[in-house]
């Protein structure tokens, strides 16, 4: 594993290696003094071409808890308003010695193009590329999931076997969904994606999950845990784009509300990408409820990128997948 | 981690493979009673064991450590062996890490009441360069701050990188770093012995 561009690469071996690591970064994160010298000397650049802020803020915190240099590079403010191509840039930072890129782009593939141009050495992670992938998403989502759904003791070495989870929402415009259907696949979950016929995405009858129009009947199956989408209003013309008649009309339809949550079976959990639309596609007592693990969504996500920055920049880099590795150097 | 091998390898796939040539240095009886001595030499060190805490250094330090802290008990019956041990996994503290494939990373728990305070006494399976225990160290440092820290050893195999000494030794081995030594142990490996494979003996 050089890189981390996509979900669809992780096989199941490398997806649990990730959460058992994670679940080591996780215990530590726990204590007083939570930064390690891992990662001492190396640098991570967080090249952010869209806005964020848990991602990046995500990243940042976890390679600063790994003792790597940050430093940060958002596209306003920067040459890339003078019209700097993404080469130029890549270049730029390349000189400067970066050990690892994180980046974030509008357009779907810009983190395939960097790390196959030859343009930088160092490692590329996918925070995001506009409706293609969000692989460490989907690990977080998939951590929280195994830590709360697995049941007691300590889940390391555990997938998701038979878990049944619901995706529910815009899922046309998310590259969360996307990754989730993949990675959760990968762990043996059952997905199934609830959206409004406009919001399903062409070519969906491929992907290894089910889909439904129907919110109620998707709860009505009982499933393990629900993950509501944001409704990516940016990337819709008007108000509703013509993908639904009005925002109420989706709520009634789409939104996880109280009286959804109360029928989800008692174990279920409410997790949610964010940032939220309050009101739009989950209420506040649903976002706000003792199920909702949401908030924690955002501590798993500094564990997951630790771990995947310690899986990606510490080693010698030829033979990651090696786990328990002989060496007579 | 253990350094059992030269460089430090990971051990998880010594039992299976072990050459015509591998010596038996130690067998079952004989680590029992080196236990039995070093957990003795702890108690006579530390006047009692009231505040030792054993930390063992995963894979099979975490095991030995284990097994002396029920010897401990037995020695002292108002001692209980569970609430002596940790593991302290040391993988993010290894100065070596660029240097080899990504290392598995193991699991660090404290007994109850922390480090602060209490001798720590770090319990590995074999002493050589002294790299694993640096790190040790600068992992203690970031989990509290104890009284004292010591060092148990199974085999001190020699060839120091380091200034650093165990305080209690199973067997001191001289080898050539040619030469492999191997600890088996029953909880990882179905049986208890060091080897040395390699090297003309």
Known sequence: MKHLLSAADLSHKQAVRILDTAGQMAATQAREIKKLPTLRGRTVVNLFFEDSTRTRISFETAAKRLSADVINFSAKGSSVSKGESLKDTALTLQAMGADAVVIRHHASGAPHTLAHSGWTHGAVVNAGDGMHQHPTQALLDAYTLRRHLTGAGDPSGRDLAGLRVAIVGDVLHSRVARSNVQLLHTLGADVTLVAPPTLVPVGVEAWPAEVSYDLDAAIDTKPDAIMMLRVQRERMSSAGGGFFPSPLEYTRNYGLDARRLAAMPEHAIVLHPGPMNRGLEISAEAADSPRAVIVEQVANGVAVRMAVLYLLLSGSGATTETNETKVDA | MSSAL????????????????????????????????????????????????????????????????????????????????????VTMYRDDLAHHPTRTIGSTDLPGDGLDGKVVVLVDDVLFSGRTIRAALDAISDLGRPRAVQLAALVDRGHRELPIRADFVGKNLPTSTHERVRVLLEETDGRDAVLIEGGAR
Request: without cysteine; hydrophobic residues 40%; aromatic residues 0%.
């Open chain 2, 6 to 89: 030269p460089e430090s390898a990971q051990p998880d796939d010594a039992q299976s493979q072990q050459p015509a040539e591998a010596t038996v240095v130690l067998g079952g009886q004989e680590i029992s009673r080196a236990l039995t001595r070093i957990a003795h030499e702890i108690l006579e060190r530390n006047k009692g064991g009231s505040d030792v805490v054993l930390l063992g250094i995963p894979t099979r330090g975490l095991p030995l450590a284990r097994r002396l802290a029920a010897k401990l008990a037995a020695v002292e019956p108002t001692l209980q062996a569970a609430d002596l041990v940790g593991s302290l996994d």
